[in-house]
């Protein structure tokens, strides 16, 4: 299974977990976390798991500097393989509809977005990240510069 895909399991999970322990998940904050590979022995061979760091609330965090709460998170991580992200947003048919918007950031420079009913029960729409949320554009391979 692929980066991406894997990364959708792991986002679903997330929001799931919330959602079995009473959590309301049109209340979640956007989070963030760091994606790590680990290496796994099946009956078919190696397998590449991939496993993160517990997500980060980025509820008190001004959007315009989400990208570089998600680029400082990769490089206090050595071994990062990318980031997730999700949040909540309106359909576009029906503002008061919540969907589960997702990213998945690769640090080969891939990445994905998508669009899911909160519950996941849907097959998830596909959709350019950047129209979502435009604040995290950037290369993430370059480092931060401070000034």
């Given at each position: 299974m692929d980066f991406h895909s894997q990364a959708y399991l792991i986002i679903r999970n997330f929001v799931q977990h919330e959602?079995?322990?009473?959590?309301a998940v049109g209340?979640?904050?956007?989070?963030?976390?760091?994606?790590?590979?680990?290496k796994a022995h099946s009956l078919?061979?190696?397998?590449?798991?991939?496993?993160?760091?517990?997500?980060k609330s980025l509820q008190?965090?001004?959007?315009?500097?989400?990208?570089?709460?998600?680029?400082?998170?990769l490089e206090q991580e050595s071994q990062a393989l990318g980031f997730l992200f999700w949040c909540i947003i309106g359909a576009e048919h029906d503002?008061?509809?919540?969907?589960?918007?997702?990213?998945?950031?690769d640090k080969t420079g891939s990445v994905r977005g998508f669009t899911s009913d909160i519950e996941f029960t849907e097959t998830p729409k596909e959709i350019?990240?950047?129209?979502?949320?435009?604040?995290?554009d950037r290369d993430y391979n370059e480092p931060i510069v401070e000034h």
């Open positions: 959602a079995s322990n009473g959590c209340q979640t904050p956007p989070q963030v976390c760091v994606v790590f590979e680990e078919g061979g190696n397998v590449k798991l991939l496993h993160t760091t517990m997500p008190n965090i001004d959007m315009e500097f989400w990208g570089d709460v998600a680029q400082q998170a503002p008061n509809i919540d969907l589960i918007f997702g990213a998945s950031f350019d990240p950047f129209e979502i949320v435009p604040q995290l």
